[in-house]
């Protein structure tokens, strides 16, 4: 079975600022898939960044990176330069073993302040 | 980038009528596709995966009779809610992947208000 925890209910973050969302998985799958999605107001779930178990890199797509931490199994996200836009819901994801099925997380709400 | 659609969005009904919600994926195919249902401020939790030309799979506790799946092409999968009850109230949300196996593109979701 495969577990998202994500322990971080809500958090804060100025304007321009850098925050980081927690997020720890379980698997005992060897190959799977890390996901972030951000859902505001409006429900829609937007995806933001991927990553797979065997990438050596840690995954980035703009403003948004993945901080993947096999060893720990962690997969935080970070988002630099924070935007008013950028607040909403962030759900941490996880697909394995070689099947699309996703699980996500509690969600954390990110509220940015002005 | 890939592009997944719910139609309605919105559905406001009485109780006892059953309600059918629409998953299309408008630029690519999707052998898969994805049901979830979505509590206020809760996660999203799976309902069932829709397989094109099969029968759908349905999760723990999920009620196959209540929430019939139908996946007619590999781009267009429909959930039916039966008889709907005020319980049934949530937002749901299809999902679907274009195969490469990495990244799941959602629906914007269909909000159900059964009265």
């Known amino acids: 079975a495969q577990k998202i925890t994500q322990t971080q209910p809500g958090m804060f973050v100025q304007e321009k600022e850098a925050v980081t969302l927690d997020c720890t998985y379980d698997t005992s799958d060897p190959s799977y898939g890390l996901f972030w999605y951000k859902q505001p107001s409006s429900g829609e779930m937007i995806f933001l960044i991927y990553?797979?178990?065997?990438?050596?890199q840690n995954a980035t797509e703009g403003r948004y990176s993945l901080n993947f931490q096999k060893a720990r199994k962690s997969a935080n996200l970070v988002i630099s330069a924070s935007q008013l836009g950028d607040s909403a819901m962030y759900f941490c994801?996880?697909?394995?073993?070689?099947?699309?099925?996703?699980?996500f997380g509690t969600g954390t709400k990110l509220q940015v302040i002005p | 980038g890939a592009v997944v659609s719910q139609h309605p969005s919105w559905v406001i009904c009485k109780s006892g009528t059953s309600v059918k919600i629409e998953c299309r994926s408008l630029?690519?195919?999707?052998?898969?596709m994805f049901w979830y249902r979505q509590f206020p401020k809760q996660s999203l939790m799976l309902m069932a995966t829709s397989n094109e030309g099969s029968k759908a799979t349905y999760e723990q506790g999920v009620e196959k009779d209540k929430f019939l799946i139908n996946h007619a092409s590999l781009t267009l999968s429909t959930l039916t809610v039966t008889s709907a009850h005020p319980e049934d109230s949530s937002f749901y949300i299809c999902s679907a992947s274009p195969g490469n196996g990495e990244t799941q593109y959602f629906g914007p979701g269909t909000r159900l208000l059964v009265l």
């Open positions: 990553q797979g178990s065997y990438d050596q």
């Open positions: 994801a996880m697909s394995s073993g070689g099947y699309q099925k996703v699980t």
């Open positions: 630029d690519f195919q999707a052998t898969t």
